[in-house]
């Protein structure tokens, strides 16, 4: 069993930015590759980013490719999402998740291939 928590979200203008974490509390984090979605009302949770277990491959959706960058720690067990240049688009509840299986692969970009998940955390920009 993986628990994940969110942190660093919050309120932010339009062209600023956040960097949210994600703790896991397990001693094989480094055996998950760990992806961020996001869910705004009344839409269906999308795929943000992904990033492999060692770090070396990252994928991103095309709707934030260039502004957000991934990046995990695997000696603290944490894994980033830094935001840059947000939008009002970009307004969501961002999670953090787990994936057995390493990326790139089968199931990286869909939510349904993922075991674990955050609680999410909020994100909100102002236009």
């Known amino acids: 069993q993986v628990q994940l928590v969110e942190s660093g979200g919050g309120l932010v203008q339009a062209g600023g930015s956040l960097r949210l974490s994600c703790a896991a509390s397990?001693?094989?984090?480094?055996?998950?590759?760990m992806g961020w979605f996001r869910q705004s009302p009344g839409k269906q949770r999308e795929f943000v980013g992904v990033i492999a277990w060692s770090g070396r491959y990252t994928y991103y959706a095309d709707s934030v490719k260039g502004r957000f960058t991934i990046s995990r720690d695997n000696a603290k067990n944490t894994v980033y999402l830094q935001m840059n240049n947000l939008k009002p688009e970009d307004t969501a509840v961002y999670y953090c998740?787990?994936?057995?299986?390493?990326?790139?692969?089968?199931?990286?970009?869909?939510?349904?291939?993922?075991?674990?998940w955050g609680q999410g955390t909020q994100v909100t920009v102002s236009s």
């Open positions: 397990t001693r094989t984090f480094s055996s998950y590759a």
């Open positions: 998740a787990a994936k057995n299986d390493d990326c790139p692969g089968y199931g990286c970009y869909d939510s349904a291939f993922y075991s674990y």
